[in-house]
């Protein structure tokens, strides 16, 4: 954490799904690097910053643009990975200077203890969705998939993609936003009052009640014709919080 004072804000962004097919959100995220973050001290990227990853050998022109730019940063930047993204491995971050963070993760800034969370492991009530993640999870999976030729990887995500956009399609849209229950099991098991994450496309502040104290929830949302960012700044009572966006041309 630099100590500079013209550097005291730590900036937090998700839900990018970063495409070829949608260039005004890569060109809306390289402003963002270029303008947003000259008072940045920090960089954080919790999730579906890649609309999908299928391993750190796809050096198309798209990814290898994004790396470019991830790199000429000069401030701490960690990323976590998504539902999509899962397969960001160790040649990535080398290639960015990113550092990989554990879901979940939890940091201090001014002070204050923050969850850091993509989201969708607090969505239990999409049992088959948790299903999905668990077996794509599994690093046998992972070794099998990645030995695959890239082009036999990129048929077999879009036949993934085709399949959960029909699952969202038909399931009820409460069992896609988190279950209250899961919120508050692991903001107490980490012993923390603050919590950020992404994934539901549902940005807000939500209050949470815990046995040690009122908490927060901050949600972050995707970039569609919205940018969204939360910021986390130094104050005379401690860390503030604040959840922002703009607006993609």
């Not at 937090?12 to 959100?25: G, M, N, R």
């Not at 940005?203 to 940018?227: C, F, I, N």
């Not at 700044?233 to 959840?243: I, K, P, R, T, Y």
């Amino acid at each position: 954490m630099t100590n500079d004072p013209e550097r005291m804000h730590h900036y937090f962004i998700s839900d990018l799904h970063l495409d070829p097919s949608q260039p005004e959100i890569r060109d809306a995220f390289v402003h963002f690097l270029q303008n947003q973050l000259a008072d940045a001290a920090s960089l954080y990227i919790l999730g579906d910053f890649f609309e999908v990853w299928l391993g750190d050998d796809d050096d198309d022109a798209f990814n290898l643009e994004i790396i470019a730019n991830l790199k000429k940063l000069t401030i701490p930047v960690y990323i976590m990975h998504g539902n999509r993204d899962f397969l960001l491995g160790d040649k990535f971050c080398q290639a960015t200077n990113c550092v990989l963070l554990a879901d979940p993760t939890v940091v201090e800034l001014f002070g204050t203890q923050f969850l850091l969370m993509h989201g969708d492991s607090l969505c239990t009530r999409d049992q088959t969705y948790m299903t999905t993640r668990k077996a794509f999870r599994d690093p046998l999976f992972q070794k099998d998939f990645l030995s695959k030729p890239l082009a036999e990887r990129k048929v077999f995500a879009q036949s993934i993609r085709d399949q959960s956009k029909e699952h969202m399609q038909g399931s009820v849209e409460e069992i896609m936003d988190v279950t209250p229950e899961e919120v508050i099991a692991e903001m107490e098991q980490h012993g923390v009052n603050q919590l950020i994450h992404g994934h539901t496309h549902r940005p807000a502040h939500h209050s949470v009640k815990l046995s040690h104290g009122q908490g927060s929830r901050y949600v972050m949302g995707d970039w569609t014709e919205l940018g969204w960012y939360l910021v986390v700044s130094d104050s005379a009572s401690g860390a503030q919080v604040a959840l922002k966006s703009f607006r993609i041309a």
